[in-house]
């Protein structure tokens, strides 16, 4: 990683190196022995970019503007920065008008999401919902249905899903989707019904400055260093400060299938005890508020023999690789507000959790300028400086 912060200082240094010295020759008033001396131009306002205009240009510099519609809002950009990718396609909403099928909104069959939901015909019939993925990946999909016998197909697989006599979610499997237009095409049973299709995958790390996207305002260094630094996955080497958060997994309120123990063969709690899971395993929560917003490192300490799935404030899934003895394990790096946040665990069998540790990293605007090099940018950036940074980007950040 810190390759990567030194190639970009480095070519960042390069490029307005040049810049300030094409200026400068450009400011320098042309002369030669039979004219005079030129005066100089009339000085001219150079537009400063908003942040609608970073992240825009951001998200056609790198190549990520497949996920948006022909006529893209505000919302359309976000939504493709934000990392989120659970995404709900309602049927009623998603078939044409066209499909040789009808939309009813009778609770007969059980609730439905949405308006209403799709139903067949009185003989097997085909429908087409195309939608709009804003960010590619691999997805988990699911399905609600009513009745048995439909087959579905998207991103080029197809799968037998039954429904029951109310509506019912089947889980399909897993399916590979890039960015941009999707069809789902769905053979329907007789009188067959689909209510929606979710599509989830673990959300990518959003980026947005500290107190999210403020649109109109003009972009500054420190949300140009900040955002710099999300794409290029760095949060990590900003230094740590001399301190930790220890949030004790005995200290929570614990399930019926975990207790508290205050056993030393497999190792020393960082407290009086730590939480061990019974014979089927155990599913708890570590709750915590950081004294300040910033970045923070999560570190974990518990036992496995095993891998232990966890999810961040139901967003960002980490898997963790404990022995089968208390040890500690680092993992990355977040943005958190000062408020409430919970850490979910699904503990294995036997499996334990000592404590999450929380390392606050130093995170103010120089810290993220120094970082990434771009105070050599000046106090104002303009849309000239943009233009050189995209090109440096896409050659180092992964595609969405």
Known sequence: MIRIVTLLSVLLTLICAGSSAALAAADKPATSPETAVAPPPAA????????????????????????????????????IVSGR?????????????????????????????????????????????????????RYRVSVTLRLPGHQLTIGGQQFKADGGEHFRQVELGDVELTAGQQEISVALPPDGGIDYIELKAANLTPIEPPGGWQLDRPLTPEVLAVTTIQLLDLLDDLPPLDQEIQV???????PA??????????????????????????????????????????????????????MLDDSYQLNWDFPPYLATRQGPSFFLASRSHRL????????????????????????????????????????????????LLALLVNPR
Do not use: C
């Open 44 to 79: 001219v306002d150079t537009p400063v970019p908003t942040q609608r205009d970073w992240l825009k240009n951001l998200i056609e510099g790198l190549g990520w503007g497949f996920g948006l519609p022909d006529e893209p809002e505000d919302a359309d950009y976000l939504a």
């Open 85 to 137: 990718r659970r995404f709900r396609i309602e049927a009623e909403q998603a078939v044409p008008s066209t499909e040789p099928v009808s939309v009813k909104n009778l609770h007969s069959y059980g609730p439905f999401s949405g308006s209403g939901w799709v139903s067949g015909i009185s003989t097997p019939t085909t429908a087409r919902l195309p939608f709009l993925l804003p960010i590619g990946g």
């Open 248 to 254: 004790e997994a005995e200290q929570m309120t614990l």
């Open 257 to 310: 299938s975990a207790e508290k123990t205050s056993a030393r063969h497999l190792g020393a709690p960082s407290g009086q005890a730590w939480v061990r899971a019974g014979a089927a395993g155990s599913k708890l929560s570590l709750t915590f508020t950081p004294p300040t917003a910033g970045v923070y490192r999560l570190a974990l300490r518990a036992m496995a023999g095993a891998s232990i799935k966890t």
């Open 344 to 391: 979910d665990l699904a503990l294995p069998p036997r499996a334990g959790v000592d404590t999450l540790i929380l390392t606050p990293l130093a995170s103010s605007g120089e810290d993220f300028l120094n970082l990434s090099g771009l105070r050599s940018l000046g106090e104002t950036i303009h849309f000239a400086d943009l233009d050189r940074l995209l090109p």
